[in-house]
């Protein structure tokens, strides 16, 4: 018989404020309510995420967030059975805001508390939305982070690649901001990309030429500036359609290079997981652009996996991905005390060797 529990959680890592209650019954999991309050507005005259008001803005607002998820699950702090809190990877100040609010919430309710790593919240999601069974492949592939999984329990993954410099999401957002479209870029980037010719610049694609499935995006970038600059140099600007082919070609040399690292990671985890049905599982902000999801469907067809994209609310920064990897935890018996540290680095998988470099959100990749 399964255990009904109820778990309150808290996000914080990067620029989301978030909380969330989630549920696990005898039918499943439920999630009950999730806040996510967003920090776009805040940081988009930088093109990026700045740490400090980042830090600032999830202190403000925290309890704010706690209090609407139990007010929409309908439960007073007193019915939850525990609290999750991202205890990290990610930006200090942020992470430092969420673990002080869960620990203040846990010695005031007298409710149990959980460190909760921020990656194995999105790794474990498909298993909340899809009672997904281990082990499982998931890519991972956001503004922060980029890397492929083996995830064999709540407490046991296997990392089998990743970038070893920017990821994808940071790389799209500095398109974006190299072309004057805004902030986040991903989604800019990918609407200007449907008028544009993906086969008009000859970008390259990082890595491939080596065997194995670590990725790099910095190149890329590179490239793409020097595209640019070669056109601004010979015309003295850019045409909007100069701008549309500039996506284009950049979106297509970031899906086929997903694409291929993929295909290798879905060998190598049928070689070592021997799973019966295998799935290969996306999370992250960039699992949000069709033509990516389209090379990565195309990868899972030919290699025989189901392809499972959970919806994009839990596929991007929520809390309901921290209470669930929280749930898994504290049924299986695992408990955090008032001595839980904020951590900006900490990989999942224990063993792998740390990756040479981690980009400019590096503390979240
Ligand atoms: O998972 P997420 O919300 O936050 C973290 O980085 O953890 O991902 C945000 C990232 C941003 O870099 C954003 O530009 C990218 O995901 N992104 C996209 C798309 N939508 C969001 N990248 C490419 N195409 C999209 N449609
Ligand atoms: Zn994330």
């Known amino acids: 018989m399964?255990?009904?529990?109820?778990?309150?959680?808290?996000?914080?890592?990067?620029?989301?404020?978030?909380?969330?209650?989630?549920?696990?019954?005898?039918?499943?999991?439920?999630?009950?309510?999730?806040?996510?309050?967003?920090?776009?507005?805040?940081?988009?005259?930088?093109?990026?995420?700045?740490?400090?008001?980042?830090?600032?803005?999830?202190?403000?607002?925290?309890?704010?967030?706690?209090?609407?998820?139990?007010?929409?699950?309908?439960?007073?702090?007193?019915?939850?059975?525990?609290?999750?809190?991202?205890?990290?990877p990610g930006l200090i100040g942020g992470v430092l805001s969420g673990v002080m609010c869960g620990k203040g919430l846990s010695v005031g309710s007298g409710k149990p508390l959980l460190g909760v790593n921020h990656l194995a919240g999105h790794a474990l999601t498909p298993r909340m939305t899809d009672q997904v069974a281990y082990p499982y492949l998931m890519l991972l592939v956001s503004g922060g982070h980029c890397?492929?999984?083996a995830v064999y329990s709540e407490d046991h993954f296997k990392r089998l690649g990743g970038t070893i410099d920017d990821a994808p999401g940071e790389a799209f957002d500095k398109t974006a901001k190299l072309l004057g479209l805004g902030y986040p870029g991903g989604p800019l980037v990918e609407k200007e990309a449907l008028r544009g010719d993906n086969a008009r610049f000859k970008l390259p694609r990082p890595l491939l030429d080596r065997p194995g499935q670590d990725m790099s995006f910095s190149g890329l970038k590179t490239a793409l500036r020097r595209a640019r600059d070669l056109l601004v140099d010979d015309k003295g600007g850019l045409t909007r359609q100069d701008r549309a082919d500039l996506c284009a070609s950049f979106q297509m040399a970031v899906a086929d290079t997903l694409g291929e690292k993929t295909r290798r990671a879905c060998l190598v985890f049928q070689d070592v997981a021997k799973a019966q049905k295998p799935v290969l599982a996306v999370a992250g902000g960039v699992a949000a652009n069709s033509v990516i999801r389209a090379s990565l469907q195309q990868v899972a067809d030919s290699t025989g996996f189901e392809f499972l994209a959970p919806p994009l609310k839990f596929c991007t920064d929520n809390a309901a991905m921290i209470a669930w990897a929280g749930l898994e935890r504290f049924s299986k018996g695992f408990r955090d005390d008032l001595t839980l540290a904020a951590r900006p680095r900490w990989p999942l998988d224990r063993e792998a060797a740390p990756m040479l470099g981690s980009g400019k959100k590096g503390a979240k990749a």
């Open 2 to 88: 399964t255990e009904t529990l109820t778990v309150l959680g808290l996000e914080s890592s990067c620029d989301d404020t978030a909380a969330a209650v989630v549920r696990r019954t005898a039918e499943g999991p439920q999630v009950m309510s999730s806040v996510v309050w967003g920090q776009d507005e805040l940081h988009a005259d930088f093109g990026g995420v700045v740490p400090e008001i980042a830090a600032r803005a999830h202190a403000e607002r925290l309890d704010i967030c706690v209090e609407r998820a139990l007010e929409q699950a309908g439960l007073a702090l007193g019915e939850v059975d525990a609290i999750a809190v991202t205890a990290g």
């Open 147 to 149: 890397q492929f999984l």
